[in-house]
């Protein structure tokens, strides 16, 4: 039986487990990519391993994410991230050479072969035929460390592309008709593999478009063929040689399939603050607009911006309406600069940012108290902006520069002729020079790490036996967000555990952190669906830092308890709901963690002789990484 692109790629990097849906496998991973927010404290795990030089075939650290130097902090974060990358073998793009999938699509991608990178958004070099993930941050340590990458073999679906896109339609209305039909839960555990006569009709920038934004499908990944368009892009990125071909077999199989007829696509738009809330642009005409933002890893080609500067030509932005561009790399404004496309933006009234991610993480660029913002960027939650109770509307280029200049949503009919599809110059200008590459010898390479940058501790194993009093004791849905708040003040602290673990439950009880430090070591007791929320990782590693060794609760979310596993917490769960009343803060309980085994039950003695049951449903490599003290520990192990 044939198969499709996905499987290919997947059989061909495949060192555990088999092609059967929802099952366990580890993927050989050939190319990583971090992004400075992350990318702190994945250097620091890959540290913590003790291993001299990446085993990746390319691994690159990218800074895009908190470029705004008002202090030491990010300076320094910089600055350690250049020198490790230096010692370990990896290529460094300092501060404003671009954004992380923009510059890695243009400078590093190529068909077939295996991404994962420390941001949501890596999918973009799905584009050209990649199959990339986001993925943790010790994922990505653990891959450069030449560990595999585990994931559930996911299910592939086929979005058969037919037709071709007329009138302002563009890719962006593809992925954003993808999501009003499926909604941003429709694609978890799943592939998109795009196929059909349409696919040929879409350009490597523009099919990157629909990769990037499959991230808010929830999807595992989204993937285009390699074919000649694909061809195309790499050669006018000066590197024909990476290209190959990557096409499903004539008689692959799929779970499922979802056809699209390009040509009855419109402009669309997602409403506020979800990416799946999606309408036509023409059905909110009259809605007053105060800001365009154009930019961000969605919308920052060359292509993106040239139609941007063709719209903005000879017009002028209506007073009070703010337009802010942000180009994706040095090679596209210098592209645009030398095709003579900055005049146009600047004489419209435009302002024109730094090649990072900027507004899209509220980075600058906020928009007025509840004002309206169309942004050509992929996510459109609550805050994000910067702005508590701004709206944003997420949309293509040409939609946000036509909805700028009005002033307000208009119907695309009275737009006029729309922009022909763009190509790129011929003579498209390099800027690899401006990477850092790494030495060939990395030892004599001097570690920069300014205060904030503190080396992670290594972790007992471990013991014996668990003898400790429960510390704090919290009720249902406690979040990731109670167990460590978000907020510019505290994220700036990620690379300092010891600093960051300061707040701790600090919102919950602002005594537990001081309740902690007077003692060897303690226990959290908690009500169902504790850990809910975000996947970060500092909501385990603050605590296992302050000495927690078990987590006892009714239930628990997915991803804080696979962190708690990672970091060597023992996440139990009561065989009784019941037994949650008979214990209070105070409570002091004993238990043999010998007597533990995969998916058992065993029995914690209060100090009054109550026999408390608990069960785990961990497997057995998970009780021994928690063994071990973590899965830095364990994999120390391994190697
Ligand atoms: Fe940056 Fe926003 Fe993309 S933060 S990586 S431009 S989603």
Same mark, same amino acid.
Not at 14 to 21: C, F, N, R, S, T
Not at 78 to 96: D, I
Not at 169 to 192: Q, R, W, Y
Not at 310 to 324: A, E, F, R, T, Y
């Given at each position: ?73 990010? &300076? ?18 300092? !501060? ?46 653990? /891959?450069?460390? $030449? ?21 302002? /339609? ?226 293509? &280029? ?64 471990? &013991? ?75 909501? !385990? ?5 302050? $000495? ?58 209060? /100090? ?32």
């Amino acid at each position: 039986m044939g198969l499709n692109i996905t499987e290919k790629i997947i059989s061909a990097h495949l060192v555990d487990g088999k092609m059967e849906p929802g099952t366990e496998i580890g993927l050989r991973i050939d190319q990583t990519l971090t992004q400075d927010a992350t990318g702190t404290m994945a250097y620091l795990q890959f540290e913590a391993m003790g291993i001299e030089k990446v085993q990746t075939e390319l691994s690159v650290s990218y800074v895009d994410h908190n470029t705004l130097q008002m202090g030491f902090r990010n &300076p320094d974060d910089h600055q350690y991230l250049r020198t490790v990358a230096a010692k370990h073998g990896v290529v460094f793009s300092p !501060a404003g050479t671009g954004i992380c999938h923009q510059l890695h699509l243009e400078n590093f991608a190529k068909p077939g072969k295996t991404l994962i990178g420390s941001d949501s958004h890596t999918p973009t070099a799905g584009g050209l035929g990649s199959l990339a993930m986001g993925a943790g941050g010790l994922s990505v340590a653990l /891959a450069m460390a $030449g560990q595999p990458y585990s994931i559930p073999m996911p299910k592939v679906v086929k979005v058969e592309l037919s037709g071709k896109l007329t009138g302002w /339609a563009t890719s962006k209305d593809i992925i954003l008709h993808l999501l009003g039909e499926l909604t941003v839960k429709g694609g978890v555990g799943i592939v998109f593999e795009f196929g059909g006569e349409g696919v040929k009709t879409l350009s490597v920038p523009e099919r990157a478009v629909i990769t990037n934004m499959g991230a808010e499908l929830g999807a595992t990944t989204s993937i285009f063929p390699s074919d000649e368009n694909t061809r195309d892009f790499l050669k006018a990125m000066d590197r024909v040689e990476d290209y190959s071909e990557l096409v499903a077999d004539t008689d692959a199989t799929y779970a499922d399939t979802i056809k699209i007829d390009l040509s009855k696509l419109e402009p669309l738009v997602a409403q506020p603050h979800m990416p799946d809330r999606v309408v036509t642009v023409k059905s909110l005409a009259g809605l007053k607009v105060n800001q365009s933002a154009i930019g961000s890893c969605t919308n920052s080609s060359y292509s993106d911006l040239k139609t941007t500067a063709l719209i903005l030509k000879d017009q002028q932005l209506p007073q009070g309406v703010d337009l802010m561009i942000s180009p994706g790399s040095k090679q596209v404004l210098k592209m645009l600069a030398s095709e003579g496309f900055i005049a146009p933006l600047l004489d419209s009234g435009a302002r024109l940012l730094e090649c990072t991610c900027g507004p899209c993480i509220g980075m600058g660029g906020s928009p007025t108290s509840a004002g309206v913002s169309v942004r050509t960027f992929n996510r459109n939650f609550e805050g994000r902006s910067g702005t508590q109770d701004a709206k944003v509307y997420l949309a293509s &280029p040409q939609t946000a520069a036509k909805l700028a200049l009005a002033g307000e949503f208009t119907d695309p009919a009275s737009w006029g002729t729309p922009i022909e599809k763009i190509d790129f110059p011929a003579e498209v200008p390099s800027i690899r020079h401006l990477f850092i590459y790494p030495p060939e010898n990395g030892a004599e390479v001097e570690l920069v790490r300014g205060p904030n940058i503190v080396p992670l501790e290594s972790f007992s194993a471990l &013991p014996d036996e668990i003898s400790s009093e429960i510390l704090l004791k919290v009720g249902d849905d406690i979040t990731t967000d109670h167990i460590l708040p978000a907020g510019a003040q505290i994220t700036a602290l990620r690379s300092n555990i010891p600093a960051i673990s300061e707040y701790i439950f600090s919102r919950v009880d602002e005594n537990f952190v001081s309740r902690m430090k007077n003692s060897e070591s303690g226990i959290i007791l908690g009500g169902e669906n504790y850990g809910q929320g975000s996947s970060r990782e500092h909501a !385990a590693l603050g605590p296992r830092h302050l $000495g927690v060794v078990a987590v006892i609760v009714k239930s628990m979310a997915r991803i804080h308890r696979a962190n708690l596993v990672n970091f060597g917490i023992l996440p139990l769960v009561l065989s009784q709901k019941s037994d949650y009343d008979r214990l209070s803060e105070g409570s002091h309980l004993t238990l043999k963690t010998t007597e533990i085994t995969p998916g058992g039950e065993t029995v914690a003695t209060t /100090a009054d002789g109550l026999q408390i049951k608990v069960k785990n449903d961990l497997s057995e490599k998970e009780l021994a990484i928690i063994i071990a003290g973590g899965l830095l520990n364990y994999v120390g192990k391994q190697l």
